[in-house]
């Protein structure tokens, strides 16, 4: 299942609360759900900023797939690529502004993945295993 989005910062809500509406009905707690939406809202922002340097019309793809032991959140635009070479590292012990992103997506999951896309873009995505204790009774 998926669902697009234009590259708006106000749409990233409406991706937000649809891919909890597919975790919860995964059966996935509270915790991990508050986990893949933060990386989801830091993802979703990287790709409007970053992808799109803030143009407002273009689309974002967001599915969920579930599988046996793990779920899977991936995010396709197809802007400028991710450059694992230009990104340096938050320092955390120097507070300030901006490139905590890519660092909370990776604390947060257990897997993050992001794949340049023939026809242009990226395809993100985001892993969270369904270990024993995450699913609600």
């Given at each position: 299942m998926s669902i697009t989005i234009h590259?708006?910062?106000?749409?990233?809500?409406?991706?937000?609360?649809?891919?909890?509406e597919q975790v919860r009905a995964a059966?996935?707690?509270?915790?991990?759900?508050?986990e893949i939406e933060l990386a989801l809202t830091e993802a979703l922002a990287n790709v409007i900023e970053h992808s799109y340097a803030g143009s407002g019309d273009r689309e974002i793809v967001v599915d969920v797939e579930v599988g046996g032991d793990a779920l899977a959140v991936s995010v396709r635009d197809w802007g400028r690529a991710f450059d694992p070479g230009s990104y340096a590292a938050r320092d955390l012990d120097d507070p300030g502004e901006g490139g905590y992103g890519v660092f909370l997506m990776e604390q947060l999951?257990?897997?993050?993945?992001?794949?340049?896309?023939p026809d242009g873009g990226t395809l993100l995505t985001l892993t969270k295993s369904r270990k024993e204790g995450q699913h609600d009774a």
């Open positions: 590259s708006r910062v106000e749409e990233i809500d409406e991706a937000r609360r649809w891919v909890t059966g996935l707690g509270d915790d991990p759900v508050g999951m257990d897997n993050v993945t992001r794949e340049p896309q």
